[in-house]
């Protein structure tokens, strides 16, 4: 049964039960409130009559039938309601009687003592009460009974009820009405949610239902617009990933197929033979670079499966020799180049994987020397921190737009495609970077403006456990940077 | 003679459309980027286009747009095989398409195919002391008319089509038959063999040993 139905079900009962118990209640109050009158009414003529009675009897000469019916008289002319039947008796003899002698057959027998008995009846001559008294006179019992006539108050009770009757089908019809009216009202938010939610499960999931807040209804809304806000903020979420999982296939398949294109089609003219020694050493330079460059793709690519894969271990590691040692490997490289390089260390060591970080300093260092025009420098920094280390490494070399800087992390983005094929670059670096800084719990950030050079900051969290054997680090290093004082002092710097 | 412009932005691959689009007898031109692709094009009239879908700055499709209604046809180059690249491809008025990594005589085939659509290409070709025509599809000797079968006129026009290019076994079968090259048949050195002696070109159509047939051109 639905909650609409429910509702309606219920207000109406309220309705019908209130209204039919009210009404009942009101009808029998009204109408025993004039029975009551009626019989009190009664019962003071019937008194009045039993006092003349034992006047009569009393003190009257003129004892008989003519007195009696005279004092009777006296009941009637009172002018409460009508009497139908009236009999005096003195033991089982009859002194007077007047009316059907049916009326009063339910008489019940006298009650002891001077008092006076009431008795309802309700018989073929309809609703009436019975009154019955002893007069105790002159030794004589005389026993006075009298019915009075209630129909009236009955019919009118009747009427009354039947008129209810009618009233209250009318009432409800209009509760019916009513409480239709507003169930639906009640449940109308109820409804929107619904069907909003339904659309939401339907895919919709830009909809938000957006009732007013203060009721149920408005806090259920808020929370249901807050589940679509996390259910699209998720698919949301698996969407981009994989948008960019077909980027990277679309991008490595145009990688792949690009130098494979070169090859199969040098080759192909080599093999039909019948070209000139230029044409020959052009395709043969062609087919020897673009395969050197397939082949710098699959190595790379293994790189990053590698560590997508597994779970590095972390080692502690000294600050100092590692960038030394990380520098070294480019050193002959960078010196071709022109470029001078400086590593400044900040000393301690640090939780890490060695070789996946020497791996994101050296491509970045590479980076840094590629993006400078002639000579120039490369400054690389490291230090530990609070939650692990940070490595900067900044070059005075072309910089880069900020609209390029959201793009480069992406797989075989390049700035300058020419540029970056020509240096060997096959753009697999800095995602490869990025994927080794999110290993150590850390990110990777960049400041660039066109010609004023670019600043990477690689922050890794291992962990404040470094931070701690950190302090010792540096008093190595205070130690062995002598007397001189402070860490920032002892800070070394290699001119490479 | 025809001209076409070839737009990639690998130097690698410009080079081998050139030199092997060269080799077909047609004048390529080559751009490695969209701006200087549409600078080239309002500067000198091409027959065709050959054109990369992933540029850098102004795209394939975009310049495709930019050019479509110029009427010169086009062929798209793509890494991408996806079905819905190819569709929008064809869409936007593409006459046909090529998917990197590409077979060299594939490519002069497909350049050719809508070369000869647009009427740009002669339907005569002459080589060797034969008269092909290609719309009649008709091979005179000295005007007497060679009666061939149909596999023996495509096995000539494919020879025709490339002189001084060695064409190995597999690859004659896959243009001529279809599919792939089944290993024990002896089908296209029968084919050769009966073409040859029709066309009179015993002398100059040559096995090459371990590689395939060359037309040589007789001077």
Known sequence: MSFHTKLTVTILLLIALSFGLGGMLLIYTSFDAVRGKESQAALRSFEDTRTMIWLMYRYSSGEGEESLREIMRGLDDEGYGDWMAVSVYDGDEVLYTEGPAAALAVKAEPPDGNICTLYPVNDEMGHGLVLTGNTVVEQREICLSARYDLSDAYEVYRVNSRLYLLIYAVIISVGIAVSLVLSSALTKRLRYLTSTARRISGGDLSIRSCLKKGDEFGRLSADLDRMADNLQQKINELEDRIKSQEAFTGAFAHELKTPMTSIIGFADILRQGDVDESTRTMAADYIYSESRRLERLSFKLLDLRMIKKDEPVMKKTAITPFLKDACRMLAPVLKKRNVELHVHSGGGSVLMEPDLMRSLIYNLIDNASKAIDGKGRVDVEGHVSESGAVFTVRDNGRGMEAAELSHITEAFYRTDKNRSRSQGGVGLGLALCKRIAELHGGSISFESAPGEGTTVTVEIKTGAGAGGRVSTGETAVEKSGGPAGTAADAAMEEKL | ?219
């Not at chain 2, 025809?2 to 077909?24: C, M, Y």
């Not at chain 2, 080589?127 to 008709?138: P, V």
């Not at chain 2, 079968?173 to 070109?201: F, N, S």
């Not at chain 2, 040993?209 to 060359?214: E, F, L, N, P, Q």
Request: aromatic share 6%; net charge negative.
């Open chain 2, 1 to 219: 003679m025809i001209r076409i412009l070839a737009v990639d932005d690998e130097k690698p691959i410009l080079e081998l459309l050139r030199l092997s689009l060269g080799r077909s007898g047609y004048q390529c031109d080559t751009a490695q980027d969209g701006a200087e692709a549409l600078r080239m094009i309002e500067q000198n009239e091409y027959d065709l286009l050959l054109l990369d879908v992933m540029l850098p700055g102004i795209d394939g499709f975009t310049l495709m747009e930019y050019i479509g209604s110029s009427g010169v046809p086009v062929i798209f180059i793509t890494a991408k095989d996806a079905i819905a690249d190819r569709v929008r491809g064809l869409h936007l008025g593409a006459e046909d398409y090529i998917v990197k990594p590409f077979n060299i005589l594939e490519l002069q085939a497909r350049v050719e195919g809508v070369l000869r659509r647009h009427g740009k290409l002669d339907s005569v070709i002459r080589i060797n002391g034969l008269e092909i025509n290609t719309l009649s599809m008709q091979v005179l000797r000295g005007g007497e008319e060679l009666q061939l079968t149909r596999k023996e006129y495509e096995l000539l026009l494919l020879f025709a089509r490339n002189p001084g290019i060695v064409l190995s076994k597999d690859v004659i079968y896959e243009r001529i038959w279809g599919g792939e090259y089944p290993d024990a048949t002896r089908t296209v050195e029968l084919h050769i063999q009966r073409m040859k002696k029709k066309a009179g070109w015993e002398d100059s159509l040559k096995s090459v040993y371990g590689m395939g047939y060359r037309l040589s051109r007789e001077s």
